[in-house]
């Protein structure tokens, strides 16, 4: 796994970002990071980074593929929802690398998490939780 390109790691807590936290994160986590800096109450969270998640689709050999499911997308309102629903597929179904697991793993188990060897459990975007 290359070196995400700012000053952050593949992986971080969402108190740790500051103002290169669109770069390093993405919008969502950028906005959760910025609430909490301004004293909103924000369940304390962990972010893969942009930089990882994109060598994450990479090592996988998924890029390829959603570049295509995204001009397909694109092409018109009738293709949207099923090459976005293909997309989903492709990342939820594709393992992660044993390095950003291990990772991922131990920032789960800081915040109280399952066990070693279950799966973590994630809040989606629409706000529904997922395992």
Do not use: N, Y
Request: charged fraction near 25%.
């Amino acid at each position: 796994m290359r070196e995400d390109r700012s000053r952050h790691g593949p992986v971080f807590w969402l108190t740790d970002l500051s103002g290169d936290a669109a770069t390093a994160a993405g919008p969502k986590a950028a906005g959760l990071a910025r609430m909490a800096a301004a004293g909103l109450r924000v369940p304390r969270a962990f972010c893969i980074g942009a930089a990882a998640f994109r060598d994450h689709l990479e090592a996988g050999g998924l890029a390829p593929a959603i570049r295509g499911l995204e001009a397909e997308a694109e092409a018109g309102p009738g293709r949207r929802s099923a090459a976005l629903g293909e997309i989903r597929r492709l990342v939820v179904g594709a393992p992660l690398a044993e390095a950003l697991r291990s990772l991922v793993a131990g920032f789960w188990r800081d915040l109280g998490g399952a066990p070693a060897g279950r799966q973590p459990g994630a809040v989606r975007s629409r706000g529904r939780r997922r395992r």
